[in-house]
């Protein structure tokens, strides 16, 4: 079964970093788009970020274009979000999301990411 | 951006029932719309791709229909566990997906 699974949530400071990470089973990571999409009770659902398939290509949302690198290591089957700059409406859950055909078909559990002073 | 407009935002309705959510798009997003439903304290979970497809294990009593902009998701049958916030998304223009606001769905 393709599953996801997310780590590295926390309590941070404004201007610190975290760094997520997302372990996939039963499919092999590079194969497919993968992103990152945050939920919080006042904005929603918010796309974060994507890596392509069988490359490097990422994709960033204009809100964290710049603070947030999206990375792939497929040896260790994991995805990882690094959060630099971190501002207080960085938080939210972040979750790790296999992309389908026009879908995102895999959702992890997602991992909290609080930044407070 | 492409703008998802859910509609009601929340209802409430008895077990057996059928009820529709609808979605409206600010664009033509052809068929390429999906509806997620998530529980409290759990992820979003895919019910419906490509406007009207089932993946495998949802069950039947989901349903969805429209194109280019008007969307709508039925749920017939209406059990206890259907109770949770239903979500429609776009991802014509991978990888920037957007989500609508989200209908809250009430069991009595």
């Known amino acids: 079964e393709m599953q996801v699974l997310e780590s590295g949530g926390g309590l941070v400071q404004p201007g610190g970093s975290l760094r997520l990470s997302c372990e996939a089973s039963g499919f092999t990571l590079i194969s497919y788009h993968m992103a990152w999409v945050r939920q919080t009770p006042g904005k929603g659902l918010e796309w974060v970020s994507a890596?392509?398939?069988?490359?490097?290509?990422?994709h960033y949302a204009d809100s964290v274009r710049g603070r947030f690198i999206i990375s792939r290591d497929e040896s260790k089957k994991t995805l990882h979000l690094q959060l630099n700059s971190l501002r207080v409406d960085d938080t939210a859950v972040y979750y790790c999301v296999k992309v389908g055909n026009f879908n995102y078909d895999r959702w992890g559990r997602g991992t909290l990411v609080n930044v407070t002073s | 951006d492409i703008q998802l407009t859910q509609s009601p935002s929340s209802l409430s309705a008895s077990v057996g029932d059928t009820v529709t959510i609808a979605c409206r798009a600010s664009?033509?997003?052809?068929?390429?719309l999906a509806w997620y439903q998530q529980k409290p304290g759990e992820a979003p979970y895919l019910l419906i791709y490509?406007?009207?497809a089932l993946p495998r294990g949802v069950p039947s009593r989901f349903s969805g229909r429209g194109f280019g902009t008007e969307f709508t998701l039925t749920i017939s049958s209406l059990q206890p566990e259907d109770s949770a916030t239903y979500y429609c998304?776009?991802?014509?223009?991978?990888?920037?997906?957007?989500f609508g606001q989200g209908t809250r769905l009430e069991i009595k």
């Open positions: 664009q033509d997003v052809s068929s390429y």
């Open positions: 490509a406007a009207s």
């Open positions: 998304q776009q991802l014509t223009n991978y990888p920037r997906a957007t």
């Open positions: 890596i392509d398939k069988g490359a490097d290509t990422t």
